[in-house]
């Protein structure tokens, strides 16, 4: 005598929807991302920055400090842009672990700055390890 027996179902995961799914989900997330723009046609109106309190440094730095009339100074010695390249390098030498940091009065060009950090890069200084102080009043006006 035979008994009838079920067949077993074969346990999978249904493909199909799934990839009708991530279809629609493709779909969704190409429609609605926003392409970047070329930089060169943004008008870009940078905002001022504001000082904020941090825990004071137990570390020395050396100061390389920009005027409002972007005079480059270092430790308190005035420093001419076409020079500032081998007077980084002299420091270097003298005290291979000298840190800096870059202080900026907020008045003083960028291309000051961006000239500051070409120099930094070209005697092997990381600019990005140079934190950057800008200054503005104290009185907080602009």
């Known amino acids: 005598m035979q008994f009838y027996r079920k067949k077993a179902r074969s346990m999978g995961v249904p493909i199909v929807p799934m990839i009708d799914i991530l279809t629609i989900l493709l779909i969704f ?11 060169s046609l943004l008008q870009i109106d940078v905002p001022g920055a504001e000082f904020m309190e941090g ?8 100061v390389l400090a920009v005027t409002g009339t972007s005079a480059i100074s270092l430790n308190g010695r005035l420093v001419e842009m076409n020079e500032l390249a081998a007077v980084l390098e002299a420091l270097k030498k ?22 500051i950090w070409d120099a930094l890069t070209s005697v092997g200084i990381d600019a990005g390890e140079v934190p950057a102080r800008i200054e503005i009043n104290k009185s907080g006006a602009r």
């Open 94 to 115: 003298e005290n291979p672990g000298v840190k800096l940091q870059l202080d900026v009065d907020k008045k003083a060009e960028f291309g000051v700055i961006v000239g």
């Open 55 to 62: 825990e004071p440094s137990s570390e020395q730095r050396a």
């Open 29 to 39: 997330f190409i429609v609605h991302t926003q392409w970047k723009k070329p930089q």
